[in-house]
């Protein structure tokens, strides 16, 4: 009796056993796939994809779970060419997401788990998509045109993991020009910013000197016009100025006081002026 319980014992643990090894769930934010481990080929042809609560048999079969969820993959650096030869930093952080119902896909094409898909299949496709672009772009294009650099890199980025099941959200290039190159730029802008600068500086003397000018000559005409009046009204004056009024202006301003000499003790004398 006691042996029958123990065997029962025993057979109810393996039961539990075998039986929690062969039930697992997948929730929404992930794809299930059943794979068979049965045949050369792995059941690769025979996938099923699965939600919820899963029962199947772990020595004939397992379940690979995908999240379908944004996944944030930052990549080790590299460094790409731009044409000539001068190598460029790329220090890049991806977002994307698998596409629902591609999980089966990508799991017959790659035969990996996620992480692995990310550091070898993923970071392939990124790098060959800043290379192949890299290399349209000048060094000084690439330095100063980052934003067209930028979505011709998203665009090849985009296609590529659509084709793979993925879809692409953004990405972070934190492109970074060698040092030399840097500096030969930052020199060129300076130069470019002082000449600005000077310019601007000629344009404002140059407009100072101008409101001047216009002032000064403002000015002299205005005296000009002013001692052209002046001349004007002596001409008139001395066309009107007679003998006869120089005798009526004299009588005017005389206080009635005739005029003393040194003719003699108690003498005096008057000077008639010509009428004519």
Not at 229 to 245: I, M
């Amino acid at each position: 009796m006691i042996k029958k319980l123990t065997l029962a014992a025993i057979l109810l643990v393996v039961i539990v056993v075998f039986l929690a090894n062969s039930c697992t769930t997948v929730d929404a934010s992930h794809e299930g796939i059943k794979v068979s481990k049965i045949g050369s080929d792995r059941g690769a042809s025979d996938i099923e994809n699965v939600t919820g609560w899963i029962f199947y048999n772990p020595f004939t079969s397992f379940i690979e779970q995908y999240p379908t969820f944004t996944q944030t993959k930052d990549f080790d650096p590299f460094n790409v060419s731009a044409k000539g030869g001068t190598l460029f930093k790329i220090d890049p952080t991806l977002n994307y997401h698998l596409v629902k119902g591609q999980g089966a896909n990508v799991y017959r094409k790659y035969r990996k788990e996620l992480p692995d898909i990310e550091n070898n299949i993923l970071r392939t496709i990124v790098y060959n998509s800043y290379r192949d672009v890299a290399n349209a772009f000048t060094p000084d294009s690439l330095v100063n045109n980052r934003v067209g650099f930028e979505e011709l890199v998203e665009a090849k980025l985009r296609k590529a993991l659509s084709d793979d099941g993925f879809a692409f959200e953004n990405i972070t290039s934190n492109l970074t020009p060698p040092e030399s190159l840097q500096a030969m730029i930052d020199a060129k802008n300076t130069a470019v910013q002082n000449a600005l600068r000077l310019q601007n500086q000629i344009a404002a003397e140059k407009a100072s000197a101008e409101i001047a000018v216009t002032k000064a000559n403002g000015i002299a005409r205005a005296r000009i016009i002013e001692a052209e009046a002046e001349a004007r009204a002596n001409e008139l004056k001395q066309k009107t100025l007679t003998p006869l009024l120089v005798q009526q202006e004299w009588i005017k301003k005389w206080n009635g006081q005739l005029p003393t000499t040194q003719l003699g003790s108690g003498t005096s004398t008057m000077i008639q002026l010509p009428i004519k």
